[in-house]
């Protein structure tokens, strides 16, 4: 007998959520939930997604990204109205082809593949500073045209950087990375703690980026990096826990892998199990089942890494 050929199985959220009411026998059969029931469980699913995306796991959340930088500046917004920082698979980085003088919008540059009206544009000045705009047409494989003229001259041979979207806040950085433009090297940066960096006499010193501290705050995250860049050729390359989405309909697909709906189920019915009339029997079953199958998951929801040991010499 030949098998489905198919492995995307999914579940949109309402058959998780009657499921899930389904295991506490407040649906019974083809009965429908009342639509405070309903709201109810969106509620909790939604709880339930913000308590776990505090784990520091899920590993289909994990991506890498670009932040890039200005000579002598100490820190960096990075979210969805921060500074320039985009995902790397949305980065696009080039040279240009002629001289440029002030209020040129017109620039011919090696490649445009890739590049769309609207983007973000970055091009380098010679006064070491980049100037930011968006992309107002892409006239060929060579030219675009800025939606507002540079500042000030910029050589032939200077780089553009160009990105789509503005990279989501990180629920937390991991690793930093600096690298050169047209350097295929990355140099790793050491993650500093608060204190470390703020106890840092002389934050405004220039030279490449050694160290880095993220704070995520709520709207946008932080970034403070020591040194302070000396070239805007330089940029930070780092790998991030994006937040996972939320639920909002009915329809919508959880932003787990299809490992995680049956975890999911049996979690979001012990979160509800307290507020409905369900037996003591009913509830100690759901929550042994509920954190058996949770802790199966958070096995399988890692790295399959090496593990060295070695003595400590000191």
């Known amino acids: 007998m030949a098998t ?9 959220t309402v058959d998780i959520v009657t499921k899930a ?10 009965q429908e939930l009342e639509p405070h029931e309903f709201q109810d469980g969106i509620d909790s699913l939604n709880l339930l997604i913000k308590n776990w995306a505090a784990q520091g796991l899920h590993l289909w959340a994990k991506d890498e990204a670009v932040l890039f930088l200005d000579a002598g500046k100490s820190d960096y917004l990075v979210g969805a109205t921060g500074d320039e920082a985009c995902q790397l698979d949305d980065f696009i980085g080039t040279t240009t082809i002629l001289d440029k003088v002030s209020t040129d919008t017109v620039f011919q540059l090696v490649d445009t593949a890739g590049m769309v009206a609207g983007d973000s544009v970055g091009i380098e000045l010679d006064n070491n500073t980049r100037h930011w705009t968006t992309i107002l047409t892409v006239d060929s494989s060579i ?7 540079i500042p000030s001259a910029s050589k032939s041979g200077s780089t553009a950087f160009t990105f789509t979207t503005l990279v989501s806040r990180p629920q937390r950085i991991l690793s930093f990375r600096r690298k050169t433009f047209a350097n295929d090297n990355e140099i790793p940066v050491i993650t ?16 490449t980026v050694v160290n880095a501290y993220y704070s995520p705050q709520l709207n946008n995250g932080r970034v403070y990096v020591w040194q302070t860049a000396n070239s805007v050729n330089d940029f930070i390359r780092y790998t991030f826990e994006r937040q996972l989405e939320d639920v909002t309909t009915d329809t919508d697909n959880l932003d787990f892998p299809q490992e995680w709906l049956l975890p999911i189920i049996y979690n979001l019915a012990d979160i509800l199990a307290d507020d409905y009339d ?5 509830m100690q079953k759901i929550n042994a089942k509920a954190a058996s199958l949770l802790d199966d998951i958070l096995g399988w929801d890692e790295e399959m890494t090496s593990l060295f040991i070695q003595p400590d010499f000191n």
Do not use: D, H
């Not at 489905?4 to 949109?12: C, L």
């Not at 500093?192 to 030279?207: D, H, L, T, V």
């Open 4 to 12: 489905s050929g198919t492995i995307t199985y999914t579940m949109p």
């Open 21 to 30: 009411f389904s295991k506490l026998g407040v649906k019974i059969g083809e």
């Open 192 to 207: 500093w703690s608060r204190e470390e960096y703020f106890n840092q006499i002389n934050k405004s010193s220039k030279g």
């Open 143 to 149: 030219q675009i045209t800025l939606t507002a003229g």
């Open 278 to 282: 369900v037996t003591p029997a009913k």
